[in-house]
């Protein structure tokens, strides 16, 4: 089993619809989780850290849940700009040795 | 401010020939990742640098690979001698510390022919 897993997608929604990504990690002693954006060739950029709490920075919303080990990302009032890769990154502590799931790749349409 | 840089963007190189990678971390930071993405599969770890210190380097995938990080700043990635599976793309990343914002550069694209 992947440590970091994730459905590839493509997800093809059309603008101003609600699109949620889950993403699950084998490691239960996981401690940080963020949400990376890549774009096509281009670098990942973090989205959003993931806190127990959850956060949501305006159409973005993220959660964790750690007795089912997994996070998600719901964007609302999808945009064309939010078009990319969603990786999910989970750091298992010690010195951020980060690990990557492969990426969900979001297509908005118009 | 200026970002993660990498050198350089592209390269394309025969199969046995040597390639150098370079990476400029973000001017403070400390640590100083390689990761590397091969063709349809996830970013996977190569090697963590705390200054010029190794902290972890599980992730290289054999001895053909070498990085370095002499005196705490730059760091090189050579591969020699490159092979076909090599070809992927190579981002190099840094951080000031422990639970700090990871920042990426754009990538070194290695197409090994």
């Known amino acids: 089993r992947k440590e970091v897993e994730q459905d590839p997608g493509p997800f093809n929604v059309p603008e101003g619809a609600t699109v949620a990504f889950n993403c699950t990690y084998s490691n239960s002693a996981s401690q940080s989780f963020f949400w990376y954006r890549q774009d096509c060739r281009k670098e990942p950029k973090l989205l959003m850290s993931?806190?127990?709490s959850g956060n949501e920075d305006g159409r973005f919303t993220a959660q964790l849940n750690r007795a089912s080990q997994y996070i998600s990302l719901l964007i609302r009032d999808s945009k064309l700009s939010d078009s990319a890769t969603y990786l999910c990154?989970?750091?298992?502590?010690?010195?951020?040795?980060?690990?990557f799931g492969i990426g969900t790749k979001l297509q908005v349409i118009p | 401010e200026a970002g993660v840089t990498q050198f350089p963007s592209h390269s394309v190189i025969e199969k046995g020939q040597t390639v150098t990678l370079r990476c400029d971390p973000i001017?403070?930071?400390?640590?100083l990742y390689w990761y590397r993405r091969v063709m349809g599969k996830e970013i996977k770890f190569l090697l963590h640098f705390v200054k010029e210190s190794k902290q972890d380097e599980s992730g290289m995938p054999n001895n053909r690979f070498l990085a370095e990080r002499t005196g705490g700043t730059y760091s090189t990635l050579k591969v020699q001698p490159a092979e076909l599976e090599d070809s992927g793309v190579y981002f190099c990343?840094?951080?000031?510390?422990?639970?700090?914002?990871?920042?990426f550069g754009e990538g070194s694209w290695l197409t090994v022919v």
């Open positions: 990343a840094s951080s000031r510390g422990l639970g700090n914002t990871i920042y």
């Open positions: 990154v989970v750091n298992s502590g010690g010195y951020q040795k980060v690990t």
């Open positions: 993931v806190y127990s």
């Open positions: 001017s403070g930071h400390d640590n």
